[in-house]
């Protein structure tokens, strides 16, 4: 008799951030692919990009409409994420309440769910698939 594999929380939240990695990245660019970075204005294809966030995804994971952004692979890696800009344009963006808030969330530990990861999954690879017309694999 085999065992039943069961999918742990590490692998969900690896296939997760996959997909909102890419869609924070398809999201922001033009019709041609092409994208901005949140902090240089670097421009270039959505592929190449990164997804940036101004505060670490362990600490806030999936918050793609407030903490995560489209990056240059310079400012995400060379730059540490370009934190002063980003922070700069984020407040400027959404407000500096709305960031005290993020940071006051990054502070609180979020245990996620087997079912809450598999909720979000099937949530991004839609919200993919209505980017391009197909859903990512």
Known sequence: MSKIKHKSTKSLRKILWKLVSEYVRRSASDGNGIATC???????R???????????RDCLDYEADFNLRCQCPRCNLYLSGNSGVFAEKLIAEIGAEEVSLLRQRSKQVKKWTVLELEEMILTYKQALGTLSGEVSK
């Open 46 to 56: 959505w592929e190449t990009m990164h997804c940036g966030h101004y505060i670490h």
């Open 38 to 44: 949140y902090t240089c204005g670097k421009r270039g």
